[in-house]
């Protein structure tokens, strides 16, 4: 997949600073994966999501869709990204 090009279609408040920020020097500095979501951070401080495809013994080629990817802007680099699990048990 490439991220690049995601990265290139930022939500509007990000566009000036993927902008300063050239595609050269545009890193992913941090992944994790939570609940069926790849979280990947980056060095312009834009942090994506992708739901993470599930692929069985029947999955073929032409039955896998592209993940629609979501991001959001935070104001520096992503150095880590940190699950953190709260036990609720009323929900559970």
Known sequence: MDFVFTLSLP???ADDIIRQHKAACLRI????VCKDL???GTS???IL???????????TRGSLTVPTVTGKKI????????????YD????
């Open 11 to 13: 939500p509007a408040a």
């Open 29 to 32: 500095t941090a992944l994790l």
């Open 38 to 40: 790849l979280w990947i």
């Open 44 to 46: 312009a401080g834009v």
């Open 49 to 59: 999501t992708v739901p993470v495809v599930k692929i069985t013994s029947t999955t």
């Open 75 to 86: 104001t520096a680099p992503v150095l880590y990204l940190i699950l953190f699990y709260v």
């Open 89 to 92: 048990p009323i929900l559970d």
